[in-house]
C-alpha cells in the first residue's frame, strides 16, 4: 500500500456523502472565520473613531499676553479638535452634564478645557508664578478599556500641539529680550568706553593732582618753616617795640623841661652877646687910654676876662678849659709897649667883637632851639605813645602769628595728608582705568556672545526652542493599517487553529492502514496527508481573501503564500502526529500549545515584555517565528530569515512526522484500551 493511497482512501472517506463533504468546505472555511472575519472587524479602528461620541466643555475665558496679544487658546484648541474630526465632538456647557454623560455611556469621555487654561499658557511669558495649563480628560474603562489609551494618545498630541504653538511664541518673546540685551550690552560696552578714556583721563588729572599735592605739601612745610621764622620776629619785634615804647617814655620824661631849658639858654646866648658888645665898646674905649694905664689896665684887663669868661661859662657859651685857655694865652703875651697895647687891645676888641657875634649867633640858634623844643617834646611824646601802640600791635602780632603758625602746622599736615590722598586716587584711578578698558572689552565680547537673531533667525530659533526634538521616523517596514498590524499574528493563529478543527473531523492514522503490512513510515505520512491537502486549501483561501478582499497588499505576495503553506504543513503534522501519539488527551495537549503561543508568539506585543519562562516556549514553538517571517514578507523587511524560518519549519513537520511513526508503531499492537479507550473525544 503505498503512501498516496492511504491518503486517497481517507480523503474518499471524508467526501464519500454530501454531509461529509460540507464538513470539510466547512473547516476549509473555519480560519477565514477566525483570520479574516476578525482582521475585516478590526481592519481600520483608528480611522472610524469619529463615529464615537465625546464630550467637549470649554470653559477658558481667555487671558493677554505680556505684550498685549489677547490669546483665546481653549476656543482655538475646541476649533481645532472638532475640524479635526478625529472623535464625534458633542459641545457641553456644563462639566457635571459632561460627567453625567461619561458614566452613563452617553459620551465615550469628555475633555474639560478650564477658565484659566490661556491664562495659565501665557504665564511663563511674564516670569511671575508660571503655571501649568491643564487638559482635564474624564474617562470610563466601564465605555471601553483601550479607548482611554487611545484617549491619552488624544490628549497627549493636543498638549504637544498647544505646547509648541505657546512655545514658540514665548521663546520668540525670549529672543526678542536676547536682541535687546545684546543692543543694550552694546550701548553698554560704548559706555564703558567712554568711562575708560574718562577715567584714564582722570587718571591723567590725578598724577597732576599728586604732583601738585606734593607741591603743596613742599610749599605747606616752607610755610610753616617760615611762619616758625615770623613768629620768632614778630616776638622779637614785640619785644624791641617794648623796650622802644619803655626808652621813648624815658625820653619824653627827660625832654619835658628841654622847652624851659632851652628858653633859658637863649636868653644867656642874647646875655653874653649884648655882654660882648658892651666889651667891645669898652675895649675900644680903654684902647684909647692905655698909655699910663697899660699896666693897671691890663690888671683890670685881666680881671675882665676873668669876669667874662665867668659869665660866659655860666651862660654856657665856653666851656671852663676854654676859660682856662684864654686866660693863660691873656697871661702869656708880653706887656706890649703902649702903642702896641693899644694894637693888641684894638685886636682883641675885634676878636670880643668876633666873639659877641658868635654869641648873637649862638643866641640866635638857641633862640630857634627854644621856638623848635616844644615841637620835638610833642613828636617824641607822639613816638612814645606810637610805641606803645606799636609794643600792643606787636603782641598781638606775636599772637596771631602763633595762631598763623598753628594753622600752617595743620595746613602742613593736611598737605601731608591730601598728598597721600592724591597717592592712592592716583594708584585707584590706574585700577580704575585698567579696570573700565576690561569692563569695555569683556562687555563687548559679551555682546558678541549674546544672540541678536533676526526675525527669521527668531522664528527658526523659536520652532525649535519650542519642540527642541525631532522625531525622524524612518520605516524600514511599516504596517499599512491596524488590521495590517494585526494580521501576521491572526493569520498565523488561524492556521493553527483550523488545523486543529481538522482534528475533531478527521483520523490521524486509519485503523485499515494500521492493519496492512505497510512500513509505520509510510502509514504516518499517508495519515498526514489529507490534513496537509485541506490545510494547504485553508491557508491559499486565507491568503486570498486577506489579500484580495481585505486590501492587505502584501510586500512578497508569493514568498507570503509559500510561508503560509509551510505554516500550514509544520501545524499540520505536529498537530496530527501530536492527537495520533496521545490519541484523545492529544487534543488538550494541542490545545494547550495554542494557549502557550498565543501568549509567547508576540503577535501583539514584544514577546520580550512576557515573563521570562515564556521566553523559553517562544524559542521552542513554531508560532512565533511564523509570525516574525510573515511580518517580514507583507511589510517587505529584510528576507534573511525567511530561509532559516523555512528549514525550521520542514523540521517541525519531521517533528510531527517522527510522532505520527511511532504512533503507528505503538498502534499497531492491539490492546484492550485500543477496543475500548478511556476517554474519546
Known amino acids: 500500500m503505498t503512501v498516496l493511497r492511504l491518503a486517497r482512501s481517507e480523503l474518499k472517506r471524508m467526501t464519500g456523502g454530501l454531509l461529509p463533504k460540507l464538513t470539510i468546505v466547512a473547516l476549509a472555511l473555519v480560519p477565514l472565520l477566525y483570520g479574516a472575519v476578525y482582521l475585516y472587524a478590526n481592519w481600520d479602528p483608528y480611522g472610524k473613531l469619529n463615529q464615537i461620541d465625546a464630550a467637549l466643555v470649554v470653559e477658558d475665558t481667555g487671558a493677554t499676553s505680556a505684550d498685549g496679544t489677547r490669546l483665546e487658546a481653549g476656543n482655538k484648541v475646541a476649533e481645532s479638535l472638532i475640524d479635526g474630526h478625529v472623535f464625534n465632538w458633542q459641545t457641553v456647557s456644563a462639566t457635571d452634564e459632561a460627567d453625567q454623560g461619561v458614566s452613563t455611556g452617553k459620551y465615550a469621555f469628555a475633555l474639560k478645557i478650564p477658565k484659566d487654561f490661556s491664562s495659565n499658557l501665557v504665564s511663563p511669558g511674564s516670569f511671575d508664578a508660571a503655571n501649568q495649563a491643564m487638559l482635564n480628560v474624564t474617562t470610563n474603562d466601564a465605555n471601553n478599556y483601550l479607548l482611554s489609551t487611545i484617549v491619552d494618545k488624544l490628549t497627549t498630541a493636543v498638549h504637544t500641539t498647544v505646547a509648541t504653538e505657546v512655545g514658540e511664541e514665548t521663546a520668540n518673546q525670549l529672543l526678542t529680550g536676547f536682541g535687546t540685551i545684546h543692543s543694550q550690552m552694546l550701548k ?389 502526529g501530536v492527537v495520533a501519539l496521545l490519541g484523545s488527551p492529544g487534543k488538550l495537549v494541542v490545545l494547550i500549545l495554542l494557549v502557550l503561543q498565543l501568549v509567547s508568539s508576540g503577535g501583539t506585543f514584544p514577546w520580550q515584555t512576557t515573563p521570562e519562562p515564556l521566553h523559553v516556549v517562544h524559542q521552542i514553538l513554531p508560532m512565533g517565528y511564523v509570525v516574525s517571517g510573515m511580518r517580514h514578507l507583507i511589510y517587505g523587511a529584510d528576507l534573511a530569515i525567511i530561509l532559516p524560518t523555512m528549514l525550521g519549519l520542514l523540521g517541525y513537520t519531521l517533528l510531527g512526522m517522527a510522532m505520527s511513526t511511532v504512533a503507528v508503531r505503538k498502534h499497531k499492537y492491539w490492546t484492550l484500551k485500543t477496543l475500548k479507550p478511556e476517554i474519546a473525544v
Open 188 to 576: 553698554a560696552a560704548d559706555g564703558a568706553g567712554q568711562l575708560a578714556g574718562g577715567v584714564a583721563r582722570l587718571h591723567d588729572g590725578t598724577v597732576t593732582l599728586h604732583q601738585g599735592t606734593g607741591e603743596l605739601k613742599t610749599g605747606a612745610a616752607d610755610l610753616y618753616a617760615g611762619q616758625v621764622k615770623l613768629r620768632d620776629g614778630a616776638n622779637t619785634l614785640s619785644s624791641g617795640a617794648a623796650q622802644l615804647s619803655g626808652g621813648l617814655a624815658q625820653l619824653q620824661a627827660k625832654t619835658a623841661t628841654l622847652p624851659a631849658d632851652s628858653q633859658q639858654l637863649a636868653a644867656g646866648a642874647a646875655q653874653v652877646a649884648a655882654g660882648n658888645a658892651t666889651l667891645n665898646a669898652q675895649l675900644q674905649g680903654i684902647a684909647g687910654q692905655l698909655g699910663s694905664r697899660e699896666q693897671a689896665a691890663a690888671q683890670a684887663l685881666r680881671g675882665r676876662v676873668l669876669a667874662s669868661n665867668s659869665r660866659l661859662m655860666a651862660a654856657g657859651v665856653i666851656s671852663q678849659d676854654q676859660a682856662d685857655r684864654i686866660l693863660a694865652d691873656f697871661d702869656a703875651t708880653p706887656a706890649p709897649p703902649a702903642s702896641a697895647s693899644a694894637d693888641k687891645l684894638k685886636l682883641a676888641a675885634a676878636q670880643v667883637q668876633q666873639l659877641a657875634d658868635g654869641s648873637a649867633a649862638v643866641s640866635a640858634g638857641a633862640a630857634k632851639l627854644a621856638g623848635a623844643t616844644p615841637a620835638l617834646t610833642d613828636a617824641v611824646a607822639k613816638a612814645s605813645s606810637g610805641a606803645g601802640q606799636l609794643a600792643g600791635g606787636a603782641s598781638t602780632l606775636a599772637a596771631g602769628q602763633q595762631s598763623a603758625l598753628d594753622g600752617a602746622g595743620k595746613l602742613s599736615q593736611g598737605a601731608q595728608t591730601l598728598d597721600e590722598g592724591a597717592a592712592q586716587l592716583e594708584t585707584g584711578a590706574a585700577t580704575a582705568s585698567d579696570g573700565a578698558g576690561t569692563l569695555a572689552g569683556e562687555l563687548a565680547s559679551g555682546a558678541g556672545k549674546v544672540p541678536n537673531p533676526d526675525d527669521a533667525q527668531k522664528d527658526s530659533l523659536a520652532r525649535v526652542m519650542a519642540d527642541p526634538v525631532a522625531v525622524s521616523n524612518v520605516s524600514q517596514a511599516k504596517a499599512g493599517s491596524y488590521g495590517a498590524g494585526l494580521a501576521p499574528f491572526f493569520l498565523t493563529l488561524a492556521l493553527w487553529i483550523g488545523v486543529f478543527m481538522l482534528i475533531q473531523a478527521m483520523r490521524p492514522v486509519t485503523q485499515r492502514a494500521l492493519a496492512s503490512n505497510a512500513p509505520a513510515w509510510k502509514i504516518a505520512v499517508g495519515g498526514w496527508l489529507p490534513f496537509l491537502a485541506v490545510a494547504a486549501i485553508q491557508a491559499s483561501l486565507l491568503t486570498l481573501v486577506v489579500d484580495v478582499g481585505l486590501g492587505l497588499n502584501p510586500a512578497h505576495p508569493v514568498l507570503m503564500w509559500f510561508l503560509m503553506l509551510a505554516a500550514a504543513m509544520a501545524f499540520s503534522a505536529i498537530i496530527q
